[in-house]
């Protein structure tokens, strides 16, 4: 089945700074990538998404990344703000499923 | 805001005793999944129903049974079998079939402490 890393498991920045979180799969059938952000004590939920025909997505301040060759897809914060700090979690779904596999989290921490 | 609904948002039970936690939606979501949150563990995945009265295991099954008798329902019981029940359980549903690989959307979890 489908394995997910996801690194740092902890992350610590100064507001305004550039956070960046990466992750790796090892299902190559994977095709799609889906970011979600959990505050403390709230549901999580999704912030951007990727699909494997693309190698970037944009929204605002976050950018998602996807190397198919590498197997592997970023998280990237632009001018982190203090309620940027949640957990964030990445996924990857198979070709063919509907069933997500998630990385362990990122704890994001934003000081103002 | 439509949506799913958990509850209770906190749950206390005694070892030994079964409990079960409530998920509706309104969403007209064909699939629903129940995901067990512990500390540095990430979301691992108990149960998953793509249909009525259809549901299969996921990662972590065991001590933990389901059902799915409406779609809107997915109702999902913590038994004595479960050695280590206490956690943040998080219901999510999804829609299928030609919407294949959209988003997740959670319910607002319940945490069940077992004492």
């Known amino acids: 089945g489908e394995n997910v890393e996801q690194h740092p498991s902890t992350l610590s920045v100064q507001e305004g700074d550039s956070a960046v979180i990466k992750c790796t799969y090892s299902?190559?059938?994977?095709?799609?990538f889906p970011w979600y952000k959990q505050e403390l004590g709230k549901r999580p939920q999704l912030i951007i998404d990727i699909r494997s025909n693309v190698g970037e997505k944009k929204d605002q301040r976050i950018a998602v990344t996807l190397n198919k060759t590498a197997k592997h897809f970023s998280l990237h914060i632009t001018e982190t703000q203090p309620e940027d700090s949640a957990v964030y979690f990445c996924?990857?779904?198979?070709?063919?499923?509907?069933?997500?596999?998630f990385g362990r989290g990122t704890s994001l921490i934003v000081h103002p | 805001d439509g949506g799913i609904t958990q509850s209770p948002k906190y749950l206390f039970r005694k070892e030994g005793q079964n409990v079960t936690l409530s998920c509706e939606q309104n969403?007209?979501?064909?699939?629903m999944y129940w995901y067990r949150q512990d500390p540095g563990q990430g979301l691992r995945l108990i149960y998953y129903s793509q249909i009525v009265n259809d549901f299969q295991k996921g990662d972590i099954a065991e001590g933990y049974s389901v059902s799915r008798e409406k779609k809107e329902s997915f109702p999902l019981t913590v038994t004595s079998a479960q050695k280590n029940p206490t956690a943040f359980y998080l219901c999510?549903?999804?829609?299928?079939?030609?919407?294949?690989?959209?988003?997740?959307?959670f319910g607002n979890g319940t945490r069940l402490t077992v004492t």
């Open positions: 996924a990857a779904v198979s070709g063919g499923s509907y069933i997500p596999t």
């Open positions: 999510a549903s999804s829609p299928v079939g030609e919407r294949i690989n959209s988003p997740l959307h």
């Open positions: 969403l007209n979501h064909d699939a």
């Open positions: 299902d190559s059938a994977s095709n799609y």
